[in-house]
């Protein structure tokens, strides 16, 4: 029999550094949960406030009696030239004709092309001026203090006086003229910035956008102009040894946003003090551009790229997208055969507790009660994106205005709401018009089939045809089988209804006919000059328009333009003191009349007696500036400043060169002196200098 010993647990030795290092193990596992368990609240607590916002925005938009959803179809069905459902159902069950008069779209192209005069032209509708009253820089002034200290000086050794006036009127002089050095050198920084304005506007597509804008305009409520914003894009430069070289560059792009993606801020009564969310959609080539760009979140990329990538997202569904789907001729996005992946781009004010808890730290957030305005890209359940609003101003890049604003609402008016009325009746008029023109075009037949003959073929009618008739059993053969009649053509009539309201839409949308190629028949309209006259009229009640968007969308676009070129550029061309002109109206109303009075203007001034007073600088600032308007490069015909310069000291320098070789020729006379044409030039002792 073989004893054994007891089963006695074993107590395991670990040493101190062993320990340690699996204590901090454990340590760190956790902490890493409990990171990750709070980044996914975090990302739940924000993209439930994101997704709140939409909803809230999305349910007063689509309210019935509120909303402008609905205004947004039926201005997409007006330009198109479509009835709504109900009421084709309505025309189709009476049996009349579907016509359609295209009023209102004819009003839209007329108002976009009037606008696109204004913005879309060689004439800027913008520029960049300089300070009217600009400082004069320290160290110039310094230079001023050295430059009459050292006459001073002068005048000491000389043994002179010293006059405290003569010094306070030399400082003043020489104060004034630096002065007029710096507002000179502020109308060059002026026209570089302008030109470095302009580069960036084109490569940004800001033009193309202003179009798709100003058709938006008198057509739908809003109209809205995004950007700034920063994409990257591909540029490819050609080497020396012609193989392109690819390189991705930051850029600054602007977009025209459709009204049917905005929601907004239901009690703001200014855009600006509104929050938006815009829908997107995105490929998946889109968000893996994403993985390479700085500030989103790789792994929430992924995420969605793993969740939603093979057959798409749609859940941001609204109530407009399948009649809008139908209407622009695109995929119904309930279907989404595409796989586009939907998201909403958020700009708005969140609390600083929510951004702590997703991510951001205590330096950037020093209050987490306070809010911040933000932007952030949610997809599905997923933040992709949030940072804060790189706007100095903290203004969100959507500039929205309308083609009638109405005051205390950033929703306004476009021509197919003032135009809705006429146009129910115009469509009306002509409906009743066509189906009165296919009755009254050829006589009505009545038929007594009781009289006709046997198989007698009763609805084909033909020239000469012969009808085969029975007598009539009672003996009353007069009753003719088959009788015609004509029926009354009320066409002059409903015409001139048409006519009559038509001409009521010229006066409700401001676009007569003649504005837009139409003839105007009687009154002013007959002459070439009372046309004109009609038409600057008309012209002026545009100006309201164009006043709309300067005011509220080329104004602060161009400012945020300018607040982010501030922020970037490293090349000093501006300094912060120039100012942004909006010229829109200006344009609209002056721009034949200024380019008549410049050209009235160098007519006159043609002349010895005002040539002497302008000067050759003076007529050159002219000429390149009628120039310019006229769309000829001034800059190339004139000669630059620093070239009118150097020809003035060039004809300077021949005319002393003759006066000293007549001089030369007649002898020395004394006490005569020669000055030059332009003057001796007084220091504060009042000799030549």
């Known amino acids: 029999m073989v004893n054994t010993l007891p089963q006695r647990g074993v107590l395991r030795v670990v040493p101190p550094a062993q320990l340690e290092a699996q204590i901090k193990a454990q340590d760190e596992k956790k902490a890493a949960a409990d990171t990750q368990a709070l980044s996914e609240t975090a990302l739940v607590n924000l993209a439930a406030h994101i997704r709140t916002q939409y909803d809230m925005f999305s349910n007063h938009r ?99 006086p010293i006059d405290p006036d003569m010094i306070r009127d030399r400082v003043m002089q020489l104060h004034e003229a630096s002065r007029q050095a710096e507002k000179k050198q502020g109308m060059k920084r002026a026209r570089l910035a302008e030109d470095k304005i302009e580069e960036l506007l084109d490569e940004g597509g800001f033009y193309k956008a202003l179009s798709e804008f100003l058709v938006d305009l008198p057509l739908f409520p809003i109209a809205c102009i995004k950007g700034p914003v920063v994409k990257i894009v591909p540029t490819v430069a050609w080497g020396t040894t012609g193989q392109p070289t690819i390189e991705q560059q930051p850029r600054l792009i602007w977009y025209r946003v459709s009204p049917f993606d905005l929601y907004m801020t239901p009690g703001a009564s200014d855009v600006d003090d509104a929050e938006i969310i815009e829908r997107l959609r995105f490929s998946r080539s889109d968000l893996n551009d994403m993985l390479d760009l700085p500030g989103f979140d790789v792994e929430a990329v992924r995420a969605v790229l793993e969740e939603y990538g093979a057959g798409g997202l749609v859940d941001n569904w609204d109530t407009t997208d399948s009649e809008r789907a139908a209407q622009e001729s695109r995929e119904n996005p309930r279907f989404n055969r595409s796989g586009m992946i939907a998201c909403l781009e958020y700009h708005g004010s ?99 089939v009781d009289r006709l003959a ?118 000093g061309v501006l300094r912060g003191d120039e100012a ?71 004809q300077q320098q021949q005319q002393q060169q003759m006066q000293q070789a007549a001089a030369a020729a007649q002898g020395n006379q004394p006490g005569k002196t020669s000055t030059n044409d332009m003057g001796p030039r007084t220091n504060i002792a009042g000799g030549s200098g």
Request: proline share 6%; with cysteine.
């Open 62 to 160: 689509n309210d019935a009696s509120a909303g402008w959803s609905e205004r947004l179809l039926v201005a997409l069905r007006a330009f198109n030239g479509q009835y709504d459902a109900d009421k084709l159902g309505k025309i189709r069950q009476f049996g009349g004709s579907e016509v359609y008069a295209r009023i209102v779209a004819m009003k839209c192209r007329g108002a976009s092309s009037l606008l696109r005069d204004v913005y879309l032209t060689p004439d800027k509708p913008w520029g960049v001026t300089p300070p009217t009253d600009p400082d004069v820089p320290a160290s110039v002034m310094e230079n001023v203090q050295k430059l009459v200290m050292g006459e001073v000086a002068n005048l000491q050794r000389a043994g002179q």
């Open 580 to 650: 942004i002109t909006i010229m829109g109206v200006n344009v609209a109303v002056q721009r034949e009349t200024q380019r008549s009075r410049q050209l009235e203007f160098l007519q006159i001034t043609g002349n010895p007696l005002d040539m002497q007073i302008l000067g050759p600088r003076g007529r050159a600032t002219v000429l390149r500036k009628v120039a310019g308007d006229i769309g000829l490069p001034g800059e190339e015909i004139v000669p630059s400043e620093d070239k009118l310069e150097q020809m003035e000291q060039q």
């Open 454 to 571: 046997d198989g007698e073929d009763v609805e084909n009618m033909h020239p000469w045809k012969r009808w085969h008739m029975k007598s009539d059993p009672m003996g009353n053969n007069s009753q003719e089988p088959v009788s015609f009649f004509m029926p009354e053509s009320n066409a002059q009539q409903l015409l001139q209804v048409y006519k009559e309201f038509n001409n009521i839409a010229d006066e409700l949308s401001a676009i007569p006919k003649y504005q837009t190629g139409g003839g105007a028949s009687g009154g002013a309209g007959r002459t070439a000059s009372g046309l004109a006259m009609l038409m600057t009229n008309a012209s002026k009640i545009l100006q309201t328009v164009a006043a709309n968007v300067d005011r509220d969308v080329m104004g602060p676009a161009l400012l945020q333009l300018y607040d982010m070129m501030m922020l970037t550029d490293t090349s």
């Open 350 to 448: 969140v609390q600083g507790k929510l951004l702590i808890e997703y991510g951001m730290t205590k330096e950037q957030i020093p209050d987490e009660l306070r809010d911040y305005s933000i932007q952030a890209w949610l997809i599905g359940r997923h933040v992709v994106k949030c940072q804060f609003s790189p706007s100095p101003r903290k203004r969100h890049p959507y500039f929205i205005t309308s083609f009638e604003k109405v005051p205390g609402t950033p929703i306004g008016n476009g021509l197919p709401d003032i135009l809705a009325d006429v146009a129910d009746v115009c469509n009306a008029t002509l409906r009743a018009l066509v189906n009165n023109l296919s009755i009254a075009s050829g006589p009505q037949v009545v038929v007594n």
